[in-house]
């Protein structure tokens, strides 16, 4: 989610090596997030934060808008990182950029985090603890019920963000340019969490397997 409201840095990156380095990582995390030591935790915390404020930072050219890699972090955390690592990561991105941290796609601090952005914000979070809470109780076996949960806390974002977006700008303008112009990136970013789990499942078999 990137609002047009400050200077945006655009990095360079083939989007398909991006994905394999992500998927890479978030394999990673979840094998790490069963293995609990407080070393560990707070390295994977660290590197889901910084996941976080790279994919921020991160444009990749689609329709109608550009779109930041973000809201597929937060889903792809959600996903893998389980329910405590999973909040506790997006806290700390939170909490980084209130203290005025470069990691948000522009601005940063306390005053910023409650401007037009807000919401949104505050969904990752949501959207993070729904997610890995849901995946905890085992709606992740069925790739349907995953695909579902993923949508739903992809609307977390979408819907927190439209809800703070309106009370400064009015629901109908919240909606044309907070909500409508995103969905068709979050659809494809949902799908590529999807398609993650489908990965991370197969990879598993072939592990045990070998």
Known sequence: MRPQYAPHFTFELNFENGLE????????????????????????????????????????????????????????????????????????????????????????????????TGGYLIGFLASALIVSGLFAKGFDRHLPIAFAVLVLGDALILGLGFAWLSTLIGAEKALAVGVLPFIPAEALKVALATASLVVTRTRKVETETV
Not at 28 to 50: I, M, P, Q, Y
């Open 21 to 116: 380095i992500m998927q890479s990582t978030f394999t990673l995390l979840k094998d790490w997030s069963f293995r609990r030591s407080l070393t560990r935790d707070a390295v994977l915390v660290v590197v889901g934060s910084l996941l976080l404020a790279i994919s921020a930072k991160v444009q990749v050219p689609f329709w109608p808008v550009p779109m930041t890699m973000q809201t597929f972090v937060v889903l792809m955390i959600g996903a893998h990182a389980g329910f405590r690592l999973a909040g506790l990561t997006v806290l700390a991105y939170l909490v980084e950029g209130a203290l005025g941290l470069p990691v948000f796609s522009t601005g940063a601090g306390l005053a910023f985090m409650t401007g037009p």
